[in-house]
């Protein structure tokens, strides 16, 4: 989480500092007026990387991913759950004892 | 619902807290939360939480809850005096609360005095007749005193008003089934298959009470549901393997000489065979001569 974290933030100062430098290159672009071609290719390396950490960053901080495949082992399902609201009490266990001298103190 | 990973969840959990390791409550919550019936453990662990008021106290207000689950955990281990001394405290801390009277008449119930449960549930019905935990207690009710046809009838009556109650279907659905009405039970399971299509046990019990019925129409749609049941478990399903060879050996017998499937048909059982017997080859080497015999036989007839 930590690492995680850190990592996303650092990718999202990336980015900002590559709209920054952006939009610096197009102010002096304006100075010496030239026409706009291209952002320079440290801005690109720049939203390169930023886009890689953000990314990574998203995946792993807000937890593992679940299984969809309705045969995989959380979502298929071995047991139903006993029906208990129908739950009685006299069963084969009456005729044997179960040997519990349970007492609340 | 019981997925595998929570099923081997519950299993460790137990033995950790059966060889000293702690985590009681958590196994009780688990419990709980997976409607297990596991009454005696229940009750053991329950009571060792209980009767140390440190751990108790520490529950907070889930203590009440715990009283309760352990109330009903003593009635079903044929304890009714302890099932009373919890019921007794549940009383005096919610005096006059429906839930503890549905506890107190269970109690009766347990005791095998059914005409005072039923009284004390009739009164609950009073005051709210729309109580669904309570018409289902008085279906069990019916159902414990040997009475079947009074279970049948009042989960019918119950079932017209609380269509959406898969619980209540499937008691009836089991009922049907244990009165070998097999037509009944499958407009049961078909209703518990609407509900929730996705839970490969309501396809497979289907398939079951079709196979049973017999003919042509009823086993071809029981492959059906066992290739379903298939589908949803990945194959891990040993009895949907084991249905869809008798399926087809059933079928081959009825259709002999006419065989507009059989090339379908004998895929299919040669296919579910191999997975049979991987399945044996990995997880239980001893059984699988038995099983070699038995396709052997069925694929004879």
């Known amino acids: ?105 | 619902m019981v997925s595998k990973t929570e099923e081997e969840q519950v299993n460790r959990l137990e033995s950790q807290v059966e060889n000293g390791g702690g985590g009681a409550w958590e196994y009780l919550c688990l419990v709980r939360k997976l409607k297990l019936r596991r009454s005696d453990k229940v009750l053991k662990f329950g009571l060792s939480i209980l009767n140390d008021p440190k751990k108790r106290s520490a529950l907070g207000p889930e203590e009440w809850t715990l009283y309760e689950e352990v109330a009903v955990a003593a009635m079903d281990c044929q304890c009714p005096d302890v099932a009373k001394e919890f019921t007794k405290v549940l009383q005096k801390k919610f005096p006059g609360s429906k839930r503890v009277g549905r506890l107190e008449a269970m109690l009766l119930e347990a005791k095998g005095s059914w005409a005072e449960a039923e009284k004390a549930y009739m009164s609950l019905l009073e005051d709210n007749p729309l109580d669904q935990i309570v018409h289902k207690r008085r279906a069990a009710m019916a159902k414990a005193q040997g009475n079947i046809p009074l279970a049948i009838e009042s989960l019918n009556k119950y079932l017209e008003i609380f269509m959406a109650d898969q619980d209540a279907w499937r008691e009836l659905a089991e009922i049907y089934v244990s009165l070998q009405m097999y037509k009944q039970a499958a407009f049961c399971y078909e209703e518990l298959i609407l509900s929730q299509p996705t839970i490969p046990l309501f396809h497979l019990s289907y398939a079951d009470v079709l196979y049973t019925l017999g003919g042509l129409e009823n086993l071809q749609t029981a492959k059906k549901y066992y290739a379903s049941t298939i589908d949803l478990t990945g194959g891990k399903n040993t009895r949907a393997l084991f249905g869809i060879c008798l399926c087809t050996a059933a079928i081959g017998q009825l259709t002999k000489g006419r065989n507009k499937e059989d090339k379908e048909n004998s895929q299919l059982q040669s296919l579910s065979a191999v997975a049979l017997e991987k399945d044996y080859k990995q997880r239980n080497q001893s059984k699988h001569s038995l099983l070699t015999a038995t396709l052997k036989s069925l694929k004879l007839s």
């Open chain 1, 1 to 105: 989480m930590g690492v995680g974290f850190v990592v996303g933030v650092l990718g999202v100062l990336i980015l900002s500092h590559a709209a920054y430098s952006t939009i610096q290159y197009r102010a002096m672009l304006k100075i010496t007026e030239e026409e706009f071609s291209g952002p320079p290719i440290n801005v690109v390396v720049e939203l390169i990387a930023g886009l890689m950490l953000c990314m990574w960053a998203a995946l792993t901080v807000p937890g593992k991913f679940l299984s969809i495949l309705s045969h995989s082992d959380e979502n298929r399902v071995v047991a139903l759950p006993e029906n208990l609201d129908f739950m009685i009490f006299n069963h084969r266990g009456k005729a044997i004892p179960m040997g519990i001298d349970a007492k609340l103190k």
